[in-house]
């Protein structure tokens, strides 16, 4: 061991001798020497050979975004004030492609935008520090709004669009929104919960609108149209460390939870991403998470926004027409981003993996479903019954479909009003893909519900005194699975 440690040290001692002209790498160098005679392993010692470069990479990323951030909040910017340098860089650019019409805004454009969302903000009356809901599929619109409301201290709450009912009620609540905009995707969504909004809340709607007489509602293109598109005639009060807008949790353990991004974080998160990644401004973006997501927004969007890039804009993330998007749009950098709330492995090297998600939780169709949610919407419908909700695998599709187990015999439930009702208080992601009725749910001398009997059996028909259905998403409505079903799902040759 010690000749091992000689050899080194002697390696150490030349290098230092070769870099003497470079003070800062021969400390560096010296440095490092040291800790490896330390750390004494040789595995250590290989390790640590074969990831310095990667971690003084990483070093420079992090001084290279904390001048930078230091300098924003010694200047007081904004999001906004920083957008508005991008754009006198190259305003004729393409800023958002929104791939559903093929619309193109450039950076000019964007910023006009921008500037008339502010105008009828001010003439709302809305001030600094007032909240306004935003409850739409992702569209170039939502980028204008919440950067429009910034530019003169109006907080943007994101409202997650497959959101419903209570979930939905309680995100507007907590948020205090003093009004909320709302694609006409949405109308429907709104018009069930439209009796129990505070009086005071405005309504907004954006898109084609069908007629409801039971919503009052005033259209946002048209007060947009006559809106001016130059600088607004007011100067922030906000800085750099002050709220730029709310994005929601899942709600994983409950109701969703209102988290605050104030306009640093917004940077530093997108700055993180910028330099890590190597992009450049010549890039083309393809985001197809939704806006309502800090991967989406902030990690996506901002890359546009901050670095000037081109983002191409999906309304909703399609397997199908993915790859095709990309090459119509040429895009050199495509976005997936995983989530944290899950369990994470480190390597030796110290590269991180995503595992299953701990908890009482499963992630499904990209979202983070919260079975204790579920399983009260499920009980409330069936009369306070029995429920255990977990997910459960399925080969070849990432994530766990819901499977909720139910203790209930015979075939009283009527499973098409079942499933009316089940839509109407859950997001689509969160739906059961399988139900399994039983004499009863296993459960401790506490009563505590015991699922990991029911996770490993999973979807597989058990036996005569149980009835597994399946969520026919095509067809919408449950049916038995039989064997040959449960052969077809396992294939692949079912759609879920």
Known sequence: MERKIGVILSFIGLGTVWLRSFPWLCSLLVGLGLCLVHMGSWKNIHIALHTVKRDLMCLAVIIKVRISMYHHRRNRRTIPALFAQVVTQ?????????????????????????????????????????????????QPLMAALWLGFAIIGVEAALINYNLRQQSLLHCLSVSGARAMVFGSEMTGAVTEVSSMLQPSMVLFSTGKQEDKDELQVQSLDSLLARSPTHPPPYKIRKEFNDRLFYIYTSGTTGMPKAAVVVHSRYYRIAAFGFHSFGLRPDDIIYNCLPLYHSAGNIMGLGQCLLFGLTAVIRRKFSASHFWDDCVKHNCTVIQYIGEICDILVMDDYGYMYFMDRSGDTFRWRGENVSTTEVEGVLSKLLGHTDVAVYGVSVPGVEGKAGMAAIAQEGNQLDLGAFLIGVQKALPSYACPVFLRFMPSVDTTGTFKIQKTRLQKEGYKPQNSSEKIYFLNSRAGHYQPVTDELYDAINEGKVSL
């Open 90 to 138: 190259h305003p004729d650019k393409p800023a958002l492609i929104y791939e559903a019409t093929g619309e193109v805004w450039s950076f000019r454009e964007l910023q006009e935008r921008c500037h008339a969302v502010a105008h009828w903000a001010l003439a709302q009356g809305w001030t600094e520090g007032d909240v306004v809901a935003l409850y739409m599929e992702s």
